[in-house]
Nanobody, 122 residues
Framework: QVQLVESGGGLVQPGGSLRLSCAVS????????IGWFRQAPGKEREGVSC????????SYADSVKGRFTVSGDNAKNTVYLQMNSLKPEDTAVYYC???????????????WGTGTQVTVSS
């Protein structure tokens, strides 16, 4: 059974860092791109980053460029999202999702994790 499980969320002060993990099972990162999305209360889900190891693609939303870094570990079947210089506006539930191709559109992804809460507050 295909599963994506996020972890690593929490409460952090502005300027702090968190590393999110997305552990995938029943498929390998060689065949799927992993997208990171987030959804703040009252807002639509938005794409944050996407990585496709097989296509050599890494991309970021403008709002996180220079602060977030996505990476993948084939051996562990896990994708990471390192988030630095966090801002209050980064507060959201963060999801990872899988699809054969990278996209920033949530509608393009069929497989989703259940999300992990990130709260940036002093």
């Amino acid at each position: 059974q295909v599963q994506l499980v996020e972890s690593g969320g929490g409460l952090v002060q502005p300027g702090g860092s968190l590393r999110l993990s997305c552990a995938v099972s029943a498929f390998t990162l060689d065949y799927y791109a992993i997208g990171w999305f987030r959804q703040a209360p009252g807002k639509e889900r938005e794409g944050v980053s996407c990585i496709s190891i097989v296509d050599g693609i890494i991309s970021y939303a403008d709002s996180v460029k220079g602060r977030f870094t996505v990476s993948g570990d084939n051996a562990k079947n896990t994708v990471y999202l390192q988030m630095n210089s966090l801002k209050p506006e980064d507060t959201a539930v963060y999801y990872c999702a899988a699809d054969p191709f990278c996209s920033f559109s949530p509608r393009a992804f069929k497989l989703w994790g259940t999300g992990t809460q990130v709260t940036v507050s002093s």
